[in-house]
């Protein structure tokens, strides 16, 4: 049956097109790769003592002390108005204290992004069976901005960390290609395995661990696709890639997870000379937004914050050093008890006195104000997230792009659809 011009069906079933059609790509490549790296990378520099300190593990902090008034500022907002100012500060300059304002217009433009152009790939807007709907408009978002990377000559897709499929089957559904599926979670392969038989998509799983075994599904004919793949997982898809001489279009995500290291080792030479020393808990910065957190899951972040703070303020008290002691993980079943058997059981549990007489209720409406302090003075890290978060995009699009290769990054979905909306799109030199 024959379908719109340059598209087949097949059994009746979905439209394929008979070959992935030319498409252009805009966003930052070239020199302005080069030269947004360097200008964030200054801009970061200069304002270490603003993100680098964490608030809860800081009583005082130097900035706050040097800017009273924009401490003062932030503790006078309401939680609300915190949550919007975490989403959006630019509504808020105009009313905020000099000093913040400067740093939320010094970083604007630095944030500046273009989006991908994207060919809307011929897939309903309502998401089937087994995606979430939020997961579906990501996937179709990607697939209409990943185009260029599925080019000529590339002959088939390869889906890194593929999970249970939904975007190596869609892929295959909307393009005609053939897609490999690489996943090392032999339960995962067998479920997505299902789903593509149910869906006819011609797939084909492999139970690989991508970090020992990924190269060798690349080559000059193939395009590596990975969508929110965590840390050291999407650098090694990229890394391949040069090296195997494949396509890649990957959106970055969990900049955190090094793969056990505890330093981020810059990807490019421009990284490496920018002079930027990160640690891992530096980069949980680039991800730490509250905007898509489920509000279930949101409330008991809360209620675990506050537990922790209290107890962090009955500590210090008892040792009588105003000092940060790491708390770590604690058992699950300490968040359900009342506050002050909490305490006792967690100082129990990580082998720390607690001050022989406190009021409970004292010390959680301490831990309440405490809670809030550290939300407002947490606004001031947040204006370095997304600068953070496109520094490391750019380190790694830079690598790519000392390796010979045409790169471009861009967004590739709204902000709303998700936080983790850049992408980066890398081809062999010699690609059109």
Not at 201 to 230: N, Q, Y
Request: aromatic share 6%; proline share 10%.
């Amino acid at each position: 049956m024959a379908g719109p011009r340059g598209w087949t069906t097949r059994g009746g079933g979905p439209i394929y097109p008979t070959r992935v059609q030319p498409s252009s790509a805009t966003g930052l490549s070239g020199d302005a790769l080069g030269q947004r790296f360097a200008d964030l990378s200054a801009f970061l520099r200069a304002h270490e003592g603003l993100w680098r300190p964490r608030p809860f593990a800081h009583p005082r902090l130097p900035w706050a002390e040097a800017h009273p008034e924009v401490a003062a500022w932030l503790e006078g907002l309401s939680p609300a108005q915190l949550l919007a100012l975490d989403r959006d500060p630019t509504p808020f300059l105009d009313a905020a204290p000099p000093a913040f304002a400067a740093w939320g217009r010094a970083r604007a433009p630095l944030v500046a992004v273009p989006a991908l152009p994207a060919r809307a790939p011929p897939l309903p807007p309502r998401a089937p069976r087994h995606i979430p709907a939020r997961k579906w408009g990501q996937i179709r978002a990607f697939l209409g901005a990943a185009a260029p990377a599925l080019e000529p000559p590339v002959a088939r897709a390869v889906d890194w960390c593929a999970g249970k499929g939904h975007l190596g089957r869609t892929l295959a559904q909307s393009s005609g290609l053939r897609v490999d599926l690489l996943e090392r979670n032999p339960a995962l392969c067998t479920s997505g395995d299902g789903l593509a038989k149910e869906a006819g998509a011609p797939l084909c799983f492999h139970p690989v661990d991508v970090l020992a075994e990924g190269r060798a599904h690349l080559d000059a004919h193939a395009a590596a696709v990975g969508l929110h793949a965590c840390g050291i997982l999407w650098r090694t898809l990229l890394a391949d890639a040069a090296a195997t001489g494949a396509a890649a279009a990957v959106a970055p995500c969990c900049y955190h997870h090094l793969g056990g290291a505890r330093r981020y080792a810059p990807q490019s030479a421009a990284g490496a000379a920018a002079g930027l020393e990160l640690l891992q808990g530096d980069l949980r910065l680039a991800v730490a937004e509250e905007r898509v957190v489920r509000p279930a899951l949101s409330s008991a972040r809360r209620h675990e914050q506050r537990y922790r703070l209290g107890l962090d303020l009955l500590l210090r008290e008892a040792s009588g050093d105003d000092r940060y002691f790491p708390q770590g993980p604690l058992p699950k079943a300490l968040w359900a008890l009342p506050f002050p058997q909490f305490c006792r059981e967690a100082a129990e549990y990580l082998g720390r006195p607690l001050p022989s007489v406190f009021d409970p209720q004292d010390a959680l409406r301490a831990a309440e104000r405490r809670a809030h302090q550290v939300a407002a003075l947490e606004s001031v890290r947040s204006l370095f997230r997304r600068p953070l978060e496109l520094w490391l995009v750019l380190d790694a699009a830079l690598a790519q792009q000392e390796a010979g290769r045409r790169v471009v990054v861009g967004t590739f979905c709204a902000e709303a659809e998700t936080p983790r909306n850049l992408m980066i799109l890398s081809r062999p030199s010699g690609a059109r």
